[in-house]
């Protein structure tokens, strides 16, 4: 069975948990960037938490089925309709065969998640089914007229699941290696103000707006390897946390890096929002 | 590079945390960090990722246990040891049309024609030392350091995929046009990044590659 997919929105890809392992070809590790809302989905539709889903940018998303099957969405707060009938968020509906699926505009947040009972079943590249938006291994983009297999069912779907923790507040940071590049301050200055989210964020990194961090090095750093979750800083002091998409090395110095259960928040967060570090 | 890391170790390898879960180990040069990684692999280091660069080791997704055990090893670790429990990694040749655009500036960089870039470019004997820049973008060592050329003031907005080329002491093939501010030498057939394949990327990290002309 497939879907088949009418409208795509903003950016829709293929994610799963990712590839990681292949930072040292060059390769980014990709995978959902709001693994907490793809992996509630899976669990909502009855899959197991390696099936692929849809990510889906700011909504838009319209898809019909060949054969009836279980969705979900979850992540970003959007509309959900069955064939013009609204549908819960965060909640196992059942697509019929030749029914249409759409996700309206995101109201608040950014990155929705759809699910299918039996996972979203394009060929792996790499061991994987996530699409990485750096250099583009893995699927192509969902467009309209994409056709997507879905994969054989595992189990059923899941009605109740326990909603999401609240926002622990700040995202938690650690020292980075290079905090000896910046000026003594630089993590005082970084944790005690409130930075605004760059309109230029996306699958790569959170780019962000405000106090300048301060460097007291400023010749070059050979490309070293990054991790998920680095608070790079380029030459004008502004930050970038490093998401899934992230090119695995790199020439900046980091800062400061985010505790990986923080970072699904930055999937979530608009540009012009703000946001605040806290240390670990 | 000699250091001194929070623990108090020393030995060859400074060692710098990377978060809590990614140790990032500081070495001389390329070479040593490409001993170190191929080190980490043949020894079976726990980490999901080892990302050797220019003059450091990534190592990431540690466990605690995982990151202690780094820590003890390379308090005894060195390049040569490493290279001798590693051994040499498999050859690859890579056939160049030598017809690139800065053939000439680099002949005078070098102070020879261009039959004497191609005589010393194929005389060579490269080493991939990391990939960075694209999937199966290799960093290629061999060259000494009074070859080194500068890259174009300007980078190229489309350098053709199998672009041979010259940046600094490295050399590099791209394995898909992008832009690029290295010097060309020539380009190859050879396919140098094909995920379909066992090695996706033909020149990883540790392969040691020789240029014939085509």
């Known amino acids: ?280 | 590079m000699g250091g001194t890391d929070a623990t108090g170790q020393t030995g060859p390898v400074h060692l710098r945390p990377f978060g809590p879960h990614a140790l990032l180990a500081e070495v001389a040069d390329a070479s040593e960090a490409l001993a170190l990684a191929t080190w980490a692999r043949t020894v079976g280091i726990a980490a999901a990722d080892v990302v050797p660069a220019a003059r450091t080791v990534l190592l990431d997704g540690l466990t605690h246990e995982a990151a202690d055990d780094v820590r003890a090893r390379l308090a005894h670790w060195s390049p040569t040891t490493a290279a001798t429990e590693a051994g040499p990694g498999h050859v690859v040749e890579v056939p160049v049309v030598y017809d690139g655009a800065d053939l000439a500036f680099v002949a005078d960089q070098w102070g020879t024609d261009v039959e004497g870039v191609v005589a010393r470019h194929t005389g060579t004997a490269f080493t991939s030392a990391f990939c960075g820049f694209a999937p199966g973008f290799a960093y290629l060592t061999g060259l000494p350091e009074e070859l080194a050329v500068p890259r174009l003031d300007t980078p190229r907005a489309a350098v053709p995929t199998g672009a041979v080329a010259l940046a600094g002491p490295w050399c590099g093939v791209y394995p898909t046009a992008s832009p690029g501010g290295w010097r060309l030498l020539g380009r190859t057939d050879a396919v140098l990044w094909d995920a379909d394949r066992d090695r996706p990327a033909l020149l990883a990290p540790g392969t040691r590659v020789r240029f014939v002309r085509a």
Request: charged share 15%; with cysteine.
């Open chain 1, 1 to 280: 069975m497939s879907l088949r997919v009418l409208a795509s929105g903003a950016l829709t890809t293929v994610q799963d948990l990712g590839r990681p392992g292949l930072a040292h070809l060059g390769v980014p590790r990709a995978g959902a960037l709001d693994p907490p809302a793809a992996a509630l989905a899976n669990r909502l539709v009855g899959n197991a938490p390696d099936a692929a889903v849809l990510e889906v940018t700011l909504g838009g998303l319209v898809v019909t089925t060949d054969a009836g099957v279980w969705v979900a969405v979850t992540g970003a707060s959007c509309p959900v309709d069955v064939d013009g009938a609204p549908r819960g968020h965060a909640r196992p509906a059942w697509l019929a065969a030749g029914s249409r699926l759409s996700l309206g505009a995101a109201s608040s947040g950014v990155r929705s998640y759809l699910a299918v009972g039996g996972g979203i079943a394009v060929t792996p590249v790499l061991g994987s089914r996530a699409t990485d938006t750096l250099a583009w291994v893995g699927p192509p983009r969902v467009e309209p007229g994409t056709r997507l297999p879905v994969g054989p069912v595992v189990g059923p779907p899941a009605p109740h699941d326990t909603p999401r923790p609240p926002r622990p507040g700040g995202l938690r940071v650690h020292p980075g290696p290079r905090v000896d590049w910046f000026a003594p301050h630089a993590l005082t200055t970084l944790c005690g103000s409130t930075y605004e989210v760059g309109s230029a964020s996306n699958r790569i990194g959170l780019r962000l707006e405000g106090p300048p961090l301060e460097r007291v090095r400023h010749d070059e750093l050979p490309s070293e390897g990054m991790v998920l979750g680095a608070v790079q800083v380029p030459p004008d002091g502004r930050p970038v946390v490093f998401l899934a998409d992230h090119p695995p090395t790199g020439g900046y110095p980091v800062l400061a890096v985010v505790e990986e259960a923080d970072l699904w928040q930055c999937a979530q967060l608009r540009p012009g929002e703000g946001v605040r570090f806290t240390r670990a």
